[in-house]
């Protein structure tokens, strides 16, 4: 199985991963109102591991159960536990038995890959207030009002190789939410490694100037892509 189904709801670190009573449907080979019957059935049981939630979908075809396309119907969306404990009310034919060992291991990877987000993130705090204390100590920087907005912007330019305002764009992340909480580990990984040059030029009594060339001669660490990243299909 090539296809995700495990997901998060925004690209943010802290969401919580989940799956789709869809994508089970899908592939698990089990007709999708036995999967929304199922859920009803054992709501109550399903609901001791959060909320269910769900969201409004279109039927898409599904040949290998014979589903075809028509109304929208409610989609729901099972956290690990839930999906968990929702398989262990199917048979154990051959196809469910492969998508519990596909499910079990996309879990895991995302719960990993949102870990070591936050670690990188939190790793790059520490980089941050270190990189704005040398800004207060410089000879040649602490008296000018604009210069905290400028090495922020010189960050994630020379970092990413865009600017704040066009990842929050392609992320679908209001203007006024953290951008760091948006980014994969390479990007955060890029920006830890180029803030850290730039304490290190700061510390030197370089100017912003000079540092903006500095940095600039050298390109851009990770160049990344705007690409929207892919949620749970319809």
């Known amino acids: 199985m090539k296809s995700n189904v495990v997901f998060t709801e925004t690209f943010s670190l802290y969401d919580e991963p989940f799956t789709t009573a869809d994508m089970i449907a899908e592939y698990a080979g089990v007709n999708r109102s036995s999967i929304t019957r199922s859920i009803r059935e054992h709501k109550q049981s399903l609901e001791k591991f959060g909320t269910l939630r769900f969201k409004n979908d279109e039927l898409k075809e599904n040949k290998s159960v014979n589903s075809k396309r028509g109304r929208p119907f409610k989609n729901y969306m099972l956290n690990e536990e839930q999906a ?3 398989i262990t009310f199917l048979q154990n034919t051959p196809k469910v ?7 079990v291991r996309q879990f895991y990877a995302m719960k990993t890959e ?7 993130r939190t790793s790059g705090k520490a980089g941050r207030r270190e990189m704005t204390d040398a800004i207060k100590e410089s000879s040649v920087l602490s008296d000018k009002w604009y210069v905290y907005s400028n090495f922020t912007k010189l960050l ?44 290190t030029l700061i510390d030197l009594g370089m100017d912003y100037q000079t540092i903006k060339d500095v940095l600039s001669n050298q390109g851009v660490i990770y160049q990344t892509t705007l690409k929207i990243p892919e949620k749970a299909r319809n």
């Open 97 to 103: 038995i492969d998508f519990k060992i596909e499910l």
């Open 156 to 199: 994630y330019k020379t970092a990413l190789g865009f600017d704040v305002s066009k990842l929050c764009e392609a992320r679908r992340v209001d203007k006024k939410a953290t951008p760091l909480d948006f980014l994969n580990k390479a990007e955060l990984d890029a920006l830890n490694k180029r803030q850290n040059q730039i304490t």
């Open 114 to 120: 949102l870990l070591q987000r936050q670690l990188v």
């Open 84 to 86: 968990t404990l929702l």
